[in-house]
């Protein structure tokens, strides 16, 4: 089993709908990290949070501890927000904060 | 506040050369981490380093790759002898403060294509 999973694999929307991405995690965490991928792209930071609740623009993501899980919501999603998001955790035990990540989830949203 | 550099952004390389990869982190930060995108897969940790000192390599193969943070310049991977598995997405990412525990700002990666 994976320490970081993401569900789902891939999520297919259409412009103005609500999307929500899922990530649990097996391992004591000092951080969560959610990353945004474009195709052939690099990679954005777009979240890091270790309790509660963040908002930046249309996006939204939260975490639960106890349960080690989180979300990352897209409110009235649009095309530009196709892209593959990633979410990583950086584990207490680790040296430094290396990242552990999920595997992605593609989302395409639909004009 | 120019981002984290690296280049070159595409290297292509026969089997058996060697590949070198930089990174420049952001500027105040002496924090590096290199990450691996093998293609259709998840990124994976290499190696974490600080200014001259490799912190954590336990995600590096133990044979064919190194890499180094010197006191001035760039963090350089090394790869050695290249063969076509190697081919991927390798990106590195900086952070700032203590324990370098905080966000981690990424590079534009370089794809690298073994032939």
């Known amino acids: 089993k994976n320490e970081v999973e993401q569900s789902p694999q891939n999520l297919t929307a259409q412009e103005g709908e609500f999307i929500t991405i899922n990530c649990s995690y097996s391992v004591g965490i000092s951080a969560l990290h959610w990353l945004q991928q474009h195709p052939g792209g690099g990679i954005v930071s777009l979240f890091m949070l270790s309790s509660g609740k963040k908002k930046h623009g249309r996006l939204i993501a939260t975490i639960n501890i106890q349960e080690k899980h989180s979300s990352l919501h897209i409110t009235a999603s649009h095309p530009r927000d196709s892209a593959v998001y990633i979410c990583a955790v950086g584990a207490i035990k680790a040296a430094g904060n290396k990242l552990t990540f999920g595997g992605g989830t593609r989302v395409l949203v639909k004009p | 506040n120019a981002g984290v550099m690296q280049n070159p952004r595409h290297l292509v390389r026969r089997r058996g050369q060697e590949a070198r990869l930089r990174c420049s982190p952001m500027?105040?930060?002496?924090?590096v981490y290199w990450y691996r995108q093998l293609p259709e897969e998840g990124l994976k940790f290499m190696v974490y380093l600080q200014k001259e000192n490799i912190i954590d390599e336990s995600g590096m193969p133990k044979e064919r790759f190194s890499a180094e943070f010197p006191k001035e310049g760039p963090s350089i991977l090394r790869i050695q002898q290249v063969v076509r598995g190697d081919s991927a997405a390798y990106f590195c990412?900086?952070?700032?403060?203590?324990?370098?525990?905080?966000?981690?700002?990424f590079g534009p990666g370089t794809r690298l294509t073994v032939l």
């Open positions: 990412a900086s952070s700032p403060g203590t324990g370098g525990i905080g966000e981690q700002f």
């Open positions: 500027k105040g930060h002496s924090h």
